[in-house]
């Protein structure tokens, strides 16, 4: 992958002992990205502790990823600190864990037959265009529906 000069101001990060990336590897869209939503839940569960840290996706511009960190974070998705300084592009997200409500939507997001309806009934643009709170709430709505199914439950 193609990495280029980081034009971000990550300078706030130091003072939290965050190595300052100096290279991203595309120009930012900070549309709403599922995948990438996806795999830093599994990396907050995944957590070995509970200390205040921040998520970096391999593959993905720092930025993009504590921009969607933010936006977990304002849902209630996830648990932890958000840190802006005045004029900077990067916010500093110190995440501990998911909170109940995303550690629902991961295990909805989980499985595979939640995961693959919504990546085939929705296009990205689609996925994009809903609040990351209205998300979780339709996937979690799936996978009730899909337990009810294999209990022989469904209406």
Known sequence: MQQYE??????HWK????????????????????????????????????KPAPV?????????????MERLH?????????????????????????????HTFLAALENKQVWTKLKEALSPDELASLPVKKLSEVAVELAVQWAKRKLGLAD
Do not use: C, F, W
């Open 56 to 68: 970096l996706v391999d593959g993905y511009e720092p930025l993009l990823v504590a921009r969607h």
């Open 74 to 102: 304002a849902a209630g998705l996830v648990e932890g600190n958000v840190s802006r300084t005045l004029g900077s592009a990067a916010p500093l997200v110190l995440a501990t864990d998911l909170s109940l409500e995303g």
């Open 6 to 11: 980081s034009i971000y101001d990550y300078s």
């Open 15 to 50: 003072a939290h002992g965050l190595p300052i990336p100096t290279r991203h590897i595309r120009n930012i869209d900070v549309k709403h990205d599922i995948n990438l939503v996806r795999q830093i839940m599994i990396q907050l569960r995944d957590k070995p502790d509970l």
